[in-house]
């Protein structure tokens, strides 16, 4: 009894794991490894989708001139306006108004608000209104054409006084001026030249003249209604100013006739300080003879009271330092700590002597040891200067003491002067008092009389003259060509456009692909070898094009190895029949199995092809067809009296019969025709005197008849008596499976076998799937040996697909050609010639 739950470098069968031996343990865990970008890979998958990058890149290129002929020809008129730093002006002022103007006016933020007025909507309704772009009912400025007629009379408004425009603009506005503002307010683009005091501003229109027509009313208007903002506001403050300035006339007058009534009543009211404050025709008529002894009266009495201040808080600081030093007691520290004793000349030589016999300690201690005369020496040393601060310290509360009270009798002496002389001041004050309060009128009175004044002249002479910061230094040209639409940015937009949208879709399709498409792929992400690639054979041979379009397993081209021996397909199979020979010693190959992860893979292509294979190498092979849910071999070699899937137990014998004991394997095996293998005839390799391998044999174990439960029968131990009975009558025994995933007959299978390829279909197996499958196996304890990439597209990038293959090396020489006895005859003919 053989045991198939075994497994191990010693399959069940006796046979050596070839496929331990030939590669290293891969992990259990398979996970995608994290690489970065490929570039190589990008090409190829943007060489092979270049048709829909073409696609985009045309769709960009006519939508690009769709919107050519769509969009309206756009002209552009073009001001430059330039910003003083301060506004001109006949007459030099140096008031506040004028300097914060001038101040304003040369930061970026005038710049910015001049900007922001050029579109604004009231200056945008002031043009339509100067202009008359509302008498057609705006159609010149929605682009028709403008009659000359209207230039000549919108030229005729624009020289118009000021004060006409003045009054037009003020009216209020139209909803059609409104409309025509908002349309103008589109075209409008105002713009600061970075670095400069500069705005080009842009007008664009439909029409050409309309455009220059409005570039330059637009910097005239502004100008223009900056200067009537301005001479509107200083006729206002002209008119406020007179009218002040005569109430100011009237109150400066009753002012002075008080204080000259009050002086002449009361002579001593001088003494304070009276004639200091008096003005005008009182400083020289007595007013100044008083002032310079009531100036010494109130001069003496701030001094004094200065002085009493300074003394009762030199009495509060030293009373508090005293208060600490009691606190302190005999603590040196914190009596150093009072400001008055560490600041005394007697602390502070104390305290440098004794960081100078420290410093010296620190010294010494670098060089002797304590018990050495020069360090006790120092140490006693350090010690009386300690004491000698000590005593200095100690002797500064007596000290402190003694100032407090010369502090108290200097206050006390202050005191009694202050109230003298408060005494001598308090009888003037009561003359003064009156005085002083009609002085201060008066001059006040005075100082407003004379500002009005002063602004009055300056008003005067600034409100007629017509100067702006704003001035136009570029006049605006005729637009000759367009500005918008521009066709070579048009198209150049739009090919980038399209070019950026087929490279994203060929970049995302590409990240969302999670199939293998290469074989760098494939051994790269899953770890193991591809023993072939095995191209698309819907692409070879005039017969495969033929029918293409039904492929059956009976069709032609699908035994490639073959039907057509000369093709990339079939040289594909006998590199993975020279690929597996390498694998191992001939004992431990015997047995293999094919298998895939999804169904549809190629998988039965493959097991047939290179069973193919080896029987023209001359071997004697088996291929078994042990795919029990979904049989195909019997398809594949056309077998006419093949049932597949029924339950009759009259059909021909296949696996199943094996199985369960009805058959063996030398009479339910079916031999393949030695025609329907061999490449070479016998007819050809005795005309042409070649060596050909002979004694090869391939014969089909089908699938027989249904089983109700393959998965049971294949647990137990009938499917390994049957390779081990396979392997001694056949040199080769090829097994084809049924896909990992779909269900568990191949992981019974694996056991028995030396060595498992897995088919991958390329660009439709998913890889999560592949590592699936490939963890199961490893799982079960049986690791694949490699890979078999199926189906690969032959287009451009063939070289990146297939390893740098030179697919069609030898065609037309008669290698692998059934042609090739008719080469032969002729090539001896023209040798004989």
């Known amino acids: 009894m053989i045991n198939p739950s075994s497994s191990g470098t010693t399959t069940p069968n006796g046979f050596g794991d070839a496929s331990h031996a030939a590669l290293p343990h891969l992990p259990a865990n398979l996970a995608e490894p994290k690489h970065g970008f490929d570039f190589r890979r990008f090409w190829h998958s943007l060489v092979e989708r270049s048709w829909i990058v073409a696609i985009c890149v045309l769709a960009g290129l006519f939508l690009a001139l769709g ?24 007459i030099a002022t140096d008031d506040s108004a004028a300097r914060m103007r001038s101040t304003f006016l040369a930061s970026q933020e005038a710049l910015r608000t001049i900007e922001q007025n050029l579109s604004n909507q009231t200056l945008l309704i002031r043009v339509v209104r100067s202009e008359g772009l509302t008498e057609d009912g705006g159609r010149a400025l929605l682009g028709q054409s403008i009659a000359s007629g209207n230039v000549s009379g919108a030229t005729q408004r624009a020289d118009q006084s000021p004060g006409a425009n003045k009054t037009q603009n003020t009216a209020i506005s139209t909803p059609l001026e409104e409309a025509l503002g908002r349309a103008m307010e589109r075209m409008v683009k105002p713009v600061i030249r970075r670095g400069t005091r500069l705005i080009d501003l842009y007008v664009t229109n439909r029409d050409p003249a309309m455009a220059q027509r409005l570039a330059e009313a637009i910097g005239r208007e502004y100008i223009r209604n900056s200067i009537e903002r301005r001479a509107s506001l200083s006729e206002e403050a002209l008119r406020y100013l007179l009218e002040e300035e005569e109430r100011l006339k009237t109150n400066l007058q009753k002012s002075e006739a008080a204080v000259a009534e009050y002086k002449a009543k009361t002579p001593d009211a001088l003494q304070l300080g009276g004639g200091t404050a008096a003005t005008g025709s009182q400083q020289g008529s007595g007013a100044g003879s008083g002032g310079p002894r009531g100036g010494l009266v109130e001069d003496k009495l701030q001094e ?135 002085a201060r009128q008066a001059e006040t009175d005075r100082a407003l009389y004379e500002s009005v004044l002063r602004q009055i002249k300056e008003t005067s002479l600034t409100k007629d003259v017509k100067t702006n910061a704003v001035s136009v230094i570029e006049h605006s040209p005729l637009p000759n060509s367009p500005v918008s639409p521009s066709p070579a940015k048009a198209i150049a937009l739009g090919l980038l456009g399209g070019l950026a949208a087929g490279l994203a879709f060929v970049v995302g399709t ?71 020979s390498l694998l191992g010693p001939e004992a431990e190959r015997k047995v293999s199995i094919f298998t895939s992860a999804l169904p549809n893979e190629g998988k039965s292509f493959t097991s047939a092809n290179y069973s193919l294979a080896l029987a023209q190498q001359g071997y004697r092979v088996l ?16 077998f006419p009296d093949a049932i597949t899937n ?63 439960n393959p998965a049971e029968i294949l647990a137990g131990p009938f499917f390994g008596q049957l390779v081990a009975e396979a392997a001694k009558l056949f040199d080769r025994v090829v097994i084809d499976s049924a896909p ?25 197996t998913p890889r999560p799937a592949v590592r699936r499958a490939i963890s199961l196996l490893m799982s079960s304890g049986i690791r694949p040996a490699g890979l078999v990439l199926n189906r690969l597209r032959r287009n451009r990038g063939v070289g990146y697909y297939y390893y740098y293959a030179s697919h069609g090396y030898g065609a037309g020489e008669g290698s692998y050609s059934r042609s090739y006895g008719r080469h032969s005859s002729s090539d001896r003919e023209d040798n004989g010639a």
């Open 304 to 438: 004094l009271n200065s002085k009493l201040t300074a003394a009762k808080a030199e009495q509060l600081r030293l009373e508090g330092e005293h208060q600490q030093i009691e606190q302190a007691g005999d603590n040196i520290g914190s009596l150093l700590a009072i400001p008055s004793i560490s600041a005394a000349p007697s602390v502070t030589e104390a305290q440098r002597s004794v960081t100078q016999v420290e410093a010296g300690i620190t010294t010494y201690a670098l060089r002797y040891k304590e018990k050495h005369p020069k360090m006790m020496a120092a140490r006693a040393a350090l010690a009386e200067a300690k004491e000698k601060l000590r005593q200095a310290v100690m002797a500064q509360p007596a000290i402190l003491r003694n100032t407090i009270e010369q502090t108290k009798a200097t206050a006390a002496s202050l005191q009694g002067a202050l109230q003298d002389q408060q005494g001598v001041a308090v009888a003037l004050n009561k003359a003064a008092i009156g005085y002083q309060e009609l």
């Open 67 to 90: 919107y050519l002929a769509r969009m309206p020809k756009l002209y552009q008129g073009h001001t430059v306006l330039e910003v003083e730093f301060q506004e001109p002006t006949v």
């Open 740 to 764: 990992v995933l779909a269900v568990s007959d191949t992981l019974l299978m694996t056991p028995y076998a030396q060595t498992v390829c897995i088919v991958l279909r390329a660009r439709k």
């Open 646 to 708: 029924s339950s009759d137990k009259n059909s021909a014998p296949g696996v199943i019969d094996c199985l369960v004991g009805e058959a063996d394997v030398a009479s339910a095996a079916r031999p393949i025709p030695a025609g329907e293998i061999e490449i070479v005839g016998d007819n050809i390799a005795v005309s042409g005197k070649i060596l050909t391998a002979t004694g090869g044999q391939l014969s089909v174990l089908a699938g027989g008849r249904r089983a109700p």
């Open 623 to 638: 291929l078994i067809d042990g795919d029990l849910r979904r049989p195909n071999m019997h398809r594949i070699f056309r």
């Open 510 to 580: 590409d990240a969302l692909d999670r199939s293998v498409k290469t074989v760098d792929q494939a051994e790269t992400t899953l770890g193991l070898p591809v023993f072939a690639a095995v191209p698309e054979t819907t692409d070879e041979g005039p017969v495969t094009r033929l029918k293409r379009r039904r492929r059956v397993f009976g069709s032609s081209n699908y035994r490639v190895v073959v039907e057509t021996p000369e093709s990339p397909a079939a040289e594909a199979f006998r590199n993975l029949r020279a690929a597996l």
